[in-house]
């Protein structure tokens, strides 16, 4: 996984146990707040910077 390239040198052991907690708080957070989002994206590959680009081509609006 990427998680295991980055912070463990390779593929070796188990993975993390999640965050329930934390992935709960996120659930929360999106559904509350869909009713003012026009989107959302994962930012995991490429960081923001390209969520946002393909954000913006997707809409064919644009970004600032």
Do not use: N
């Not at 996120?26 to 509350?32: H, P």
């Amino acid at each position: 996984s990427e998680y295991q390239a980055l912070f463990l040198g390779g593929p070796s052991g188990r993975p993390p146990q999640p965050e329930l907690t934390g992935e709960a708080a996120l659930i929360t957070f999106l559904w509350r707040s869909a009713p003012v989002l026009s989107a959302s994206h994962d930012a995991a590959e490429g960081g923001l910077a390209v969520a946002l680009a393909e954000l913006a081509l997707a809409s064919g609006i644009g970004a600032r």
